[in-house]
């Protein structure tokens, strides 16, 4: 039976059914272009860990937390891998509601071309590839309101239909929280072996509290956990180089949380106003200011990230 959504007009088809999108009951519907398009249509898994055994490592970047920064660092992940040109590297924005990776990215405006092997993705560099659904939306400021089903439906096209080709290292930026994003996420790579996941946090205890849920969420599910990420740790003045504590860490940051549940802590980035300029101007911060204190917290932290991603395929 086709999978008709809660939130389906009268007489909806379903998102699976060959009529989806087409037949008169659609007619007003706001996703009428999505489920017309087959984003919504159930894959059968196994064409999934197909498409993604020609990835050789694929990271997870979540955080409980919104606003911690996940997504620039996921972002400056990528540029960081992609810096070795003998890689070939590719950033996938999870994000259905909130999708800011094309910004940070720089290409706003940019769409997505449908070919015989699948959607081609959007590349900032020749071996960085970028997919998002902010390609598929008519503006920057147009609001995807979707339920769980149809949100999944495009997280499983994204996997299934992506001509991705021959990557060394995936990247999936995720949406804040424990929900249908990050189940359908590990549910659909589950079988095609997730390398780990990188959890993001900033060093007050409002942010590690909803981390710890996330923490949680991951041994639940059995994704394995490459360390974490503490963002906005302190901030470093250009001028006198002197560090300010403007997010104190009232219950000791993420240092004694890790402490606490056995994580590996890779390491504490520093504010820097730069990088928000950049993000906001579509570049990678690591090119335009490579000696200053956060970019060497952020090589740091990739390297480290390299090292447990080559150790799993040894393993």
Known sequence: ????????????????????????????????????????????????????????????????????????????LAHALASDESKEVALLDVDIC???IP????????????????WSPVYVEDNLAVMSIGFLLSGPDDAVIWRGPKKNG??????????????????????????????????YL??????????????????????????????????????VVENMSGFVCPNCKNTSQIFPPSTGGAQKMCEELRLPLLGRVPLDPRIGKSCDEGKSFLGEVPDSPA????????????????SRSTQ
């Open 154 to 187: 495009m997280i499983k096209q994204f996997l299934r239909d992506v001509d991705w080709g021959e990557l060394d290292y995936l990247i999936v930026d995720t949406p804040p929280g424990t929900s249908d994003e990050h189940l359908s996420i590990v549910q």
């Open 98 to 100: 909130g999708p800011s």
């Open 1 to 76: 039976m086709a999978d008709v959504p809660s939130d389906a007009p009268e007489h909806c088809p379903g998102t699976t059914s060959e009529q989806a999108g087409k037949s008169s009951a659609c007619q007003g519907c706001p996703n009428q272009t999505i489920c017309a398009s087959g984003a919504a249509k159930m894959p059968d898994p196994e064409e999934i860990k197909q498409k993604m055994a020609t990835v050789k490592h694929k990271v997870l970047v979540l955080s409980g937390k919104g606003g911690v920064g996940k997504s620039t660092f996921s972002a400056h």
């Open 190 to 227: 589950n079988a095609a072996r997730i390398d780990g996941a990188v959890i993001i946090t900033t060093p007050q205890e409002v942010s590690l509290q909803d981390v710890r849920k996330e923490i949680r969420f991951c041994q639940k599910v059995k994704l394995p956990i490459i360390g």
């Open 103 to 118: 910004k940070i990215m720089g290409l706003e405006g940019e769409q997505v071309h449908q070919s015989g092997s699948g």
């Open 295 to 310: 970019a060497k917290a952020y090589h740091s932290i990739v390297q480290s990230i390299k090292d447990y991603c080559s």
